[in-house]
């Protein structure tokens, strides 16, 4: 498989050594300084880049008819008008707060919990999410995809908010220190006692595998999808 990477940080230099270790060609690369190579010459493209960069980029494989994975958090207010278009250009797209299939399976787990938590009105949820202090966005975009999955199973709860805390709202206490990979933990808390999930990444491996996964799984399709799709989790 032919690969573009739009974004070539942290993520896209890991996807760049386990995509060559898979026998994928990398064909294209842009940073926010620089680009090498064409993005027409590849069969997907993979995108992990900034908030401010992650609609023009995805746009940009619209327009190019290739089909695009994205990864990138914090610009989710497009995420509608983005879906419209790859609807109207016939083209293919995934986005993913979290590509890992243990966070993805942790997903899952989430919303098996807040099923069986909704009648038991004494436990109060809150999630905490950990990351390295490079993050540029907060809360987690994963973190947003634990609080909508937890408010799908609420009658009270309506929304989150990060670091406040209301009997309409779940809180999000995001913690900015060192270099930690990601860590999320959802704690159900009553006077009693606490119950208490959580998935911790210890390597950005697993994010960069389920991308490369995804991108797999687009090739030749058209569409909107997500990693429920790619993993058969649906
Ligand atoms: N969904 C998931 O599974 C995961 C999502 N993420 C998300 O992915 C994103 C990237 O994370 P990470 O790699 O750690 O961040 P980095 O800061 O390490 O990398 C960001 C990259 O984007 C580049 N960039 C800036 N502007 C543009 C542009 N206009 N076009 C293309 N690239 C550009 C930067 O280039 P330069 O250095 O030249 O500015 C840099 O190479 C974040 O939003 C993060 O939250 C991270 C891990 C997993
Ligand atoms: O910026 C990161 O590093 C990560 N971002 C994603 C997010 O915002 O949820 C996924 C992962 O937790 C790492």
Redesign the pocket.
Known sequence: MKLAL???????KTIERLASEKGHEIVFT?????EEGLLTDADVAI????????V??IKLCFQQGIPVVS????WLDRYDDIIKLCKARNAAFIY?????VG?NLFFDLNEYLAKLMAPWKEYIPEIEEIHHT????AP???AITIAEGILKHSEELKNWKLNEQDDRSIVIKAIREGDVK?THRVDYVSTIDTISIKHEAHT?DG?AL??ILAAEWLVNKKGVYSMKDVLGLK
């Open positions: 739009l974004g070539y940080g942290k993520m896209g842009k940073s926010g300084s620089s995108e992990f880049s900034t908030p401010e960069a992650a023009s980029n990864g990138t958090t914090g993913a707060s979290n590509f890992s966070v490079q993050k540029k966005d987690s975009g994963t990601g950005r994010f389920g991308a």
